[in-house]
């Protein structure tokens, strides 16, 4: 099974940038992997905010943006909020229909 | 407003089974599959499994580590999803959650705890 990499941890100041990144250990990240993105905060049920790469939902703030950078996918905030602290997870999708997280990263906005 | 109710989480002790339901509204149910996960106490998300709209077969799929022991099963008319779960492992301790297909939404989640 291949293995889905992230950063462990990233730190973002109020107002500024970051960029997630989600590898996997079989090659570049493609759309045929169909990339997700996850948030979720202490205590809650994940949310969805990014799917198939870059398709957001109607309660996914604007500020987020899916793509891919450098072979891997990539979630990108932009304008980081006080709210926007949590862990991240993204999730790959492999022949045979078995779906891979990655194992996330802790989100710090300070 | 799509909403997804888990319930059926206990503590239950090694070997034994459980079975947790999803109880989906505010969507056509049986046009879509449904997944489960789970998240071990301090853990990453995990995969458990998926079922399949009747129209695609109702077919299913599941992860390695509970292929054997765990079956998903819908019933349409009650718009319900069940995770049965057999053989428990202390290492099955976990949050439940169910899932729309994407997944898109997701349920609040329910605990089980296998303990002796």
């Known amino acids: 099974q291949a293995v889905v990499t992230q950063e462990p941890s990233l730190t973002v100041s109020p107002g500024g940038t970051v960029t997630l990144t989600c590898g996997s250990s079989?090659?570049?990240?493609?759309?045929?992997?169909?990339p997700y993105w996850f948030q979720q905060k202490p205590g809650q049920a994940p949310r969805t905010l990014i799917s198939?790469?870059?398709d957001k939902h109607s309660w996914t703030p604007a500020r987020f943006s899916g793509s891919f950078l450098g072979g891997k996918a990539a979630l990108t905030l932009s304008g980081a909020q006080p709210e926007d602290e949590a862990e991240y997870y993204c999730?790959?999708?492999?022949?045979?229909?078995?779906?891979?997280f990655g194992g996330g990263t802790k989100l710090t906005v300070l | 407003e799509v909403q997804l109710v888990e319930s059926g989480g206990d503590l239950v002790q090694p070997g034994r089974s459980l079975r947790l339901s999803c109880t989906a509204s505010?969507?056509?149910?049986?046009?879509?599959?449904m997944s489960w996960f789970r998240q071990a106490p301090g853990k990453g998300l995990e995969w458990v499994g998926f079922?399949?709209?009747?129209?695609?077969?109702?077919?299913?799929e599941y992860a390695a580590s509970v292929k054997g022991r765990f079956t998903i099963s819908r019933d349409d008319s009650k718009t319900i999803v069940y995770l049965q779960m057999s053989g428990l492992k202390t290492e099955d301790t976990a949050v439940y959650y169910c899932?729309?297909?994407?997944?898109?939404?997701w349920g609040q989640g329910t605990l089980v705890t296998v303990s002796s």
């Open positions: 899932a729309r297909e994407g997944p898109d939404y």
């Open positions: 505010g969507f056509m149910f049986r046009d879509y599959a």
């Open positions: 079922i399949g709209s009747k129209a695609y077969g109702g077919t299913t």
């Open positions: 079989a090659g570049a990240v493609t759309s045929g992997h169909h």
């Open positions: 198939d790469t870059s």
């Open positions: 999730l790959l999708s492999y022949s045979g229909a078995r779906p891979v």
